[in-house]
């Protein structure tokens, strides 16, 4: 049994829950067509509040970060001391998604030990699809009343004819992107496109947004690292966690194997005047 059982337990507890809140405001939600990347829903605050509440109410010494106002137990801390243990939630991801109601959501929760994912959850309630990971577990998925099944990310070694998931509202220079073979897919919510990564439905995830936080991709960051894939920003660099408000400059997420080769074709392909639209 792992060290994190309990937390996972928890966790797991917690999402399923706030997803079903979350699903119930969605049936209930009138469509906005053109809903800004800005939005926030009742269905965010009343998610987070869930999720806040029970680990609060389990681990009380336990830092909370949440992208909406903070409850529980709030850090605000610059310098978190050695070991901090941090929950990392995004209440709904790809909010868009959930106001346009074209089902692109999801929520997403991770612990953080000293800067570390160490177990993460993605919930996509209308598809009632949970993918986690546990530390030296690996990344599991569990849809409707299935039994978990592990999974693992794709052993493509080729870039050409990769798949490439991006978010919708991601001006990236597709004609170059496809110039080298790659199959787009586009979707909101970073949750989403980093679990199809680690399940191995997409090789790779490229986003040259500046301002990502902790809570946009925490928990899809463990998936993919459990079901052996890579993650970076879009320069190669490792991403740790521990500020609240770091801005994360792109994201790259792999299968690992073309890690270096998307480096090379996505930054060659990439605008440098892009990076302003969030996914």
């Known amino acids: ?29 009138t469509p906005i067509p053109d809903a800004p990347a800005t939005i926030t829903t009742p269905a965010d605050l009343a998610s987070q509040e869930i999720l806040s509440h029970v680990l609060s109410s389990t681990f009380p010494q336990d830092l909370l970060w949440g992208e909406e106002a903070e409850l529980g ?24 998604g959930f106001a346009r109601k074209n089902d692109e959501f999801s929520i997403m929760l991770a612990l953080v030990i000293n800067g570390v994912p160490c177990l993460g959850l993605v919930y996509e309630p209308v598809q009632a699809r949970l993918t986690w ?8 998925i569990e849809e409707k009343d299935g039994p978990p099944r592990q999974c693992r990310v794709s052993d493509r ?15 990236g220079p597709r004609y170059a992107w496809q110039q080298y073979g790659l199959r787009i897919v586009e979707t909101y919510s ?13 090789e790779l995830y490229w986003s040259t947004y500046t301002g990502f936080h902790p ?9 993919i690292l ?10 190669g660099s490792p991403i740790v966690y521990r500020r609240r408000e770091q801005n994360i400059p792109g994201i790259l997420a792999s299968n690992g194997l073309l890690h270096q080769q998307a480096l090379e074709v996505l930054g060659r392909a990439d605008n440098p005047h892009q990076g302003t639209t969030k996914t």
């Open 1 to 29: 049994m792992s060290d994190l059982q309990k937390e996972w337990q928890v966790a797991r507890e917690a999402i399923l829950q706030a997803g079903r809140e979350v699903l119930r405001l969605y049936e209930e939600y």
């Open 73 to 96: 137990k709030p850090a605000h801390a610059s310098i978190l001391p050695a070991q901090a243990r941090i929950w990392i939630m995004d209440p709904i991801d790809g909010s868009r």
């Open 133 to 140: 990971a546990l530390r030296n577990q690996g990344t599991w």
């Open 157 to 171: 070694k080729i870039i050409g004819g990769a798949t490439l998931i991006v978010s919708r509202s991601e001006k």
């Open 190 to 202: 970073a949750g989403i496109k980093l679990a199809a990564v680690a399940r191995g439905e997409a």
């Open 215 to 223: 809570w946009d991709l925490c928990a899809g960051h463990m998936l």
């Open 226 to 235: 459990e079901a052996g894939g890579e993650v970076t920003d879009r320069y």
